[in-house]
């Protein structure tokens, strides 16, 4: 990393430039986080789904070796709920009353000098529970049903008269089951007071949502908070929202006056931080026999927690995928003793997509015609909803490169037609409409002395590459090598960031970095406007470019100086600049909507007497806007694309039906998919900078799980002539 990297540096697929810290074991992630004095907690977990609690006894775990404290609804302090944040309301807070909601709700924390006296003395804790009869099932008569809360159902058109006009119309349900974001570093939190300030080491995808949250529930100001999160074991949605785990944490310390840290289990990582809801989704769609499709109807089920407000509307995608005049979605959920659902890679698109994706397939084969030519016939010249113009979409270019690459032509349309010696061999495709999300952002940037830059803002990088990709930007916007930027992000103390979700952290970051290396070379045109001997005396922002740590006029290279010279005439150690991002408005867009596409295609082999399937090939072609990182994008849709096959074939949260324990809540028991489960993989991305925004990307970390469920599904029904409209598509679906 000593040379001058060859420009262009935007896209290029260099390393991640925090690798050498994570293969040598600096990189600090909160579990490994330690502090002078600190004591270890561990929590105690309702072994019921629905009731209350009769009493608590602690006596036993309080004289246990090592204990500090035990921490129960009856000596714990009352707690505001944390706030209203962009995700939507907080989880309640623990420990207020004797009500238990849900399995693995938290009941006691217990605090002591060792993790494992903690955990010792967490199983001496003994709760006399008064169980009710647990709403588990989301055909739960009794179950209260949420109608339309975020005010999202859809409609347009005249879906009625659309089916009228049909020539064909399939109908179906479609079930998806539970998943459960499974992050390899266990969650954990490290909490220090200092009088009335506060540090928290946190899994967060979030920094600034666990401070202004904390300050709430703790009655503190933010300035008094401070949340550090510089590497993350992964979050998958697990560390979107803060979680009340981490308040238990932040209680503990607080009561004994020490740091506290506290690592979740992996299985209470099944109960403690969200997970994909199920869902249940009825669809309809019709076509005329030319093959255009006329009406489209979508309605999804999902279950909610009590007390909790985390919705999932699974339908919403059916109302901007194709070009149908005629189009209802509507999402209802039921109320149910299970624990808080949060976000989990491409949440509700990723439920949604699976029913909609395997309905316009059996509509195609209902009607004779290819499912390519039928996506391709319906596609979306414009955002359906509103008429408006996407701000950029490739969807087609990715359906047709992708057919090229796979090699979709030599799909012979009957079900069960192509054989490789005893496999069935299926080809299957789906696509992807994703709704592109930005939130405001802040950053700064620094140029130093010695020619070198800094920028921060209190992002995360959960994995995704983060680190990297902004040092890149920087690099590029201030005529740097990547080696002269360094780039720091995982502390609230650095400008505001939005979270690392909807696959929006690039764009708004990304726009934020922008803008703060423009206000840097600007702040340097502001030294030389007046200079005398300077070569861009009087130069506007407009007049310049950067290259090899210099300003220069646009069109002519020589006419310039180094950053380093600017600031040694005017004595100074160095150049400040802040810079924010908003979300684009319709005005700078012109009118339009931004959205990232994909199209993927599948080949699966099914033994049809064992029932075994297997993925053999995934293609997929993604638009997301200008690659900022070739490599670091691939391998944000490689990864999804894993997560995908694992929600096709793996992936089901089990809850015991009558306790509500989650039975399966190990990484022995929930199956995902695993190197021998993953085929070679073609990745490839089409369009180009999307004008919504100056840097022009659009996300790309959701988009490669969405889509591939259907795909095999549909691969699966090409290779056996059966639909299974149930996830995963496991061997006994297939018998
Ligand atoms: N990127 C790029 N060019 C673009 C867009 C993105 O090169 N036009 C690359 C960059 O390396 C960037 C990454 O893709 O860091 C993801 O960018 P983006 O799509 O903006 O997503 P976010 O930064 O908002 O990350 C969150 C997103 C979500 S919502 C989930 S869930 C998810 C995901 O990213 N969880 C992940 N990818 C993950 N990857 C890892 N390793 N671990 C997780 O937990
Ligand atoms: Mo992603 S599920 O929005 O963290």
Request: net charge negative; hydrophobic share 40%; aromatic share 6%.
């Amino acid at each position: 990393m000593t040379t001058l990297e060859t420009r262009p540096v935007i896209g290029a697929g260099i390393d991640r430039v925090d690798a050498p810290l994570k293969v040598t074991g600096k990189a600090q992630y909160p579990n490994d986080v330690d502090r002078p004095g600190m004591a270890h907690a561990a929590l105690v977990r309702s072994t019921i789904a629905a009731g209350r609690i009769r009493g608590i006894d602690a006596a036993e775990a309080e004289a246990a070796p090592g204990v500090l404290a035990v921490i129960t609804h009856l000596n714990a302090p009352r707690l505001e709920r944390g706030p209203t944040t962009l995700l939507g309301p907080s989880p309640p807070a623990p420990l207020q009353d004797e009500r238990i909601l849900h399995y693995g709700q938290h009941v006691a924390v217990v605090a002591a000098t060792t993790a494992e006296q903690a955990r010792h003395a967490a199983s001496l804790v003994r709760v006399d529970y008064e169980p009710a009869r647990a709403l588990l099932g989301i055909d739960e008569p009794d179950a209260e049903v949420l109608v339309n809360p975020w005010n999202l159902d859809h409609e347009r058109g005249d879906v009625r008269a659309g089916f009228a006009a049909a020539d064909a119309v399939v109908e179906g349900t479609y079930t998806t089951p539970d998943n459960t974001n499974n992050p390899l570093g266990l969650m954990s939190v490290v909490a220090a007071w200092d009088g009335d300030a506060l540090t928290v080491h946190e899994s967060t995808q979030w920094p600034h949502n666990v401070r202004t949250s904390l300050a709430a529930i703790f009655k503190i100001p933010e300035s008094r908070v401070r949340v550090l999160a510089p590497f993350v074991g992964g979050g998958f949605g697990a560390g979107l929202r803060m979680w009340p785990h981490v308040v238990l944490t932040v209680l503990a310390a607080r009561r004994i006056g020490r740091p506290v840290k506290l690592v979740l289990t992996r299985p209470e990582m099944f109960t403690a931080v969200g997970h994909r809801p199920s869902s249940v989704q009825h669809i309809r769609l019709g076509a005329t026999a030319a093959g255009d499709l006329v009406a489209v109807e979508h309605e999804g089920v999902s279950p909610v927690a009590m007390d909790d407000e985390d919705y999932e509307p699974v339908s919403l995608g059916s109302a901007v995928s194709y070009a149908c005049p005629n189009a209802r979605t509507r999402d209802r959920q039921v109320r149910l003793n299970i624990p808080c659902p949060g976000s989990m890679r491409g949440p509700a698109e990723g439920q949604g997509n699976f029913a909609l994706e395997s309905a316009i397939d059996e509509l195609a084969h209902a009607i004779g015609m290819d499912p390519l030519e039928f996506r391709l016939r319906n596609f979306a010249e414009e955002h359906p909803p509103t008429g408006l113009p996407w701000s950029s979409n490739a969807l087609r270019e990715c359906y047709e490169r992708g057919a090229e690459r796979f090699g979709w032509s030599r799909r012979s349309p009957e079900p069960g037609s192509m054989r490789d010696g005893r496999w069935l061999v299926g080809y299957g495709l789906a696509g992807v409409a994703y709704p592109a999300y930005q939130a405001p952002c802040q950053a700064r940037a620094s140029l130093n002395r010695d020619g070198s830059a800094y920028v921060r803002s209190a992002a995360t990088d959960i994995g995704t590459g983060t680190y990297t990709v902004m040092t890149q930007l920087a690099a590029d916007l201030l005529g740097l090598a990547t080696a002269q930027v360094r780039f720091d992000l995982g502390s609230s103390d650095l400008p505001y960031s939005p979270q690392a979700g909807g696959s929006g952290l690039t764009g708004a970051l990304g726009n934020a970095v922008h803008a703060a290396c423009r206000g840097l070379v600007g702040e340097f045109l502001d030294l030389t406007a007046a200079d005398p001997g300077s070569p861009l005396r009087g130069a506007g922002i407009d007049d310049v470019a950067v290259s090899e740590g210099r300003i220069h006029l646009a069109g002519d290279p020589r006419r310039g100086e180094a950053y380093t010279d600017i600031l040694a005439r005017h004595g100074l150690e160095g150049l400040s600049a802040d810079g924010r991002s908003t979300p684009p408005g319709s005005e700078d867009l012109g009118m339009a909507v931004a959205g990232a596409f994909g199209a993927k295609f599948v080949e699966v082999r099914v033994d049809p007497d064992l029932g075994l399937l297997r993925v053999a090939r995934v293609v997929s072609g993604i638009d997301g806007g200008r690659i900022l990182n070739a490599k670091l994008a691939t391998s944000q849709i490689v990864g999804g694309t894993v997560g995908g096959i694992g929600q096709a074939m793996f992936e089901d949260t089990a809850t015991d039906a009558e306790t509500g324990r989650i039975a399966n809540a190990t990484f022995g028991d929930y199956l995902v998919a695993v190197n021998a489960d993953v085929p070679d993989m073609d990745v490839f991305f089409a369009g180009g900078p999307d004008r919504a925004t100056p840097i022009g990307t659009k996300g790309v970390g959701e988009i490669g799980l969405v889509g591939i469920a259907a795909a095999v599904a549909n691969a699966v029904h090409h290779a056996t002539g059966r639909r299974i409209r149930s996830l995963p598509i496991t061997i006994d679906r297939l018998l």
